[in-house]
């Protein structure tokens, strides 16, 4: 083996995340959401959320806003009431760097204009709408929600402690549209649960709704179904015991990206999509020429998860298209340099899908110690839908932690863009809620 390769496996190895670790993570975030639930000191937010599992039944149109990341979306949703749904009409949006550093009120505008649009294109001037903020928030109603730190890069000025319906319910007013009225506001983990168990219920009324809604993307996050504690926002991308598994890099990376600040979303920053590509990045960078004469490479977060998925797909023998990939951010490589960049990436994906797994496993101990029931996880997320294999490597954690015959119970559902028609499900849950 020659020097080079050395230094390459053991770099790789530093990614390992053995079940031993994972194990001692998944019961400190059991121990977490006990401690978060009753307010004691947590990393865990636990927050409420105000709606309850739908029946399968509702029906009506929605207007629906998703904002969780560099997009957003206004659209409208048919909700058929037999576990049906329809996008009926949607239209994206995307915000520059500037958008996501200034007043909010420029943001919440440019959404209550494409909400204005989408409306008048289809002729509705009254409608209720369902708002999915994904990022941390205090409901106190289900149409009340006073935002908390933001994530995923943004940092609005002076948002946070303001009610994020009530200035989306301003922007709208401000746009002509006071008669769309901001009916539910909810966190996309919590769209993702509530679309799986609407579809289960409305094919088979006396099917089990989803137990948790899991997101991995741009962020990651989780929304467990308590029972008689309500369905919950854990921010699990806060979780802050990761010590076990932690390297370098990720002590590098939590203390240098000023947004989220150093010790907040330690779980996130070693998981999800926003992530992974700049810690590929960071530890090429240790594995010097030819990355260190890149300048793109030499830029944060020049490479995202869509990298690592696009390196992780290619089969060819010579990796020619990690190579037009490399070329394009302006380094040349040999085959050989380009197998130790696909293993790095694959090892850190890996970790990555072990950790979401771990997680999984804290959360089902917390609903059911023995893991004697089947669970539905149903999952939605750039991540978990684009890198290949990722389920695999989840479930693998799985099989680590609890062996095979309880894993076999844990069922994950791939709910696709589920967000904005899990909104439209919970503004009519809240409908059914407000005439009770
Ligand atoms: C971030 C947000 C959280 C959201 C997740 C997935 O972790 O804080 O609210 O659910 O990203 O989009």
């Not at 059991?30 to 636990?46: D, F, I, N, W, Y």
């Amino acid at each position: 083996m020659t020097p080079m390769a050395d230094a390459d496996d053991a770099l790789i190895a530093r990614f390992d995340a053995p079940a031993s670790a994972l194990d001692s993570i998944a019961r400190d975030l059991t121990r977490q959401m006990a401690r978060g639930l009753v307010g004691e000191p947590s990393s865990l937010k636990m927050l409420q959320t105000f709606t309850r599992q739908p029946s399968g039944r509702e029906r009506g149109r929605v207007v629906v806003v998703d904002w969780g990341g560099t997009k957003a979306r206004a659209g409208l949703v048919e909700l058929g009431g037999d576990g049906a749904v329809r996008m009926v009409a949607e239209e994206a949006l995307t915000f520059s760097e500037a958008d996501k550093r200034g007043a909010p009120e420029p943001v919440f505008d440019l959404i209550a204009r494409a909400v204005g649009r989408v409306a008048r294109a289809q002729g509705v001037a009254v409608a209720p709408l369902a708002f999915i903020y994904s990022y941390p928030a205090r409901l106190e109603r289900i149409d009340r929600a006073v935002a908390l730190g933001s994530t995923k890069g943004w940092a609005l000025k002076g948002l946070e402690g303001q009610d994020v319906a009530g200035l989306l319910a301003a922007a709208l007013r401000r746009a002509g549209l006071e008669r769309i009225r901001v009916a539910a506001v909810a966190n996309d983990t919590v769209a993702t649960l509530m679309l799986q168990s609407y579809r289960a219920r409305g094919r088979d009324a006396g099917a089990r709704p989803a137990d948790v809604g899991l997101i991995l993307g741009t962020g990651t996050n989780l929304a467990a179904d308590l029972g008689p504690a309500g369905i919950r926002n854990l921010e699990s991308g806060n979780f802050d015991g990761v010590a076990a598994v932690e390297i370098p890099y990720d002590a590098a990376l939590d203390r240098e990206v000023d947004e989220p600040p150093p010790g907040a979303q330690r779980f996130e920053k070693m998981v999800s999509g926003h992530y992974l590509g700049e810690i590929l990045r960071r530890a090429l960078l240790d594995l010097g020429p030819p990355w260190r004469g890149s300048s793109a490479l030499a830029t944060p977060f020049a490479l995202d998860s869509a990298h690592l998925s696009r390196i992780a797909a290619d089969r060819t023998a010579g990796l020619d298209d990690v190579d037009a990939l490399l070329r394009g951010l302006g380094a040349a490589s040999t085959a050989a340099e380009r197998r130790g960049v696909r293993a790095l990436g694959a090892a850190i994906a890996r970790r990555a899908a072990r950790l979401v797994g771990t997680a999984l496993v804290g959360t089902l101990r917390f609903l059911d110690g023995e893991l004697a029931d089947r669970r539905t996880i149903a999952v939605d997320g750039s991540l978990w839908g684009g890198y290949p294999g990722f389920e695999a490597l989840a479930r693998e954690s799985l099989v680590d932690l609890v062996g095979g015959e309880r894993a076999a119970r844990i069922v994950t559902a791939y709910v696709k863009d589920s967000t904005s028609a899990g909104a439209a499900v919970i503004a009519a849950v809240a409908a059914t809620q407000r005439s009770e």
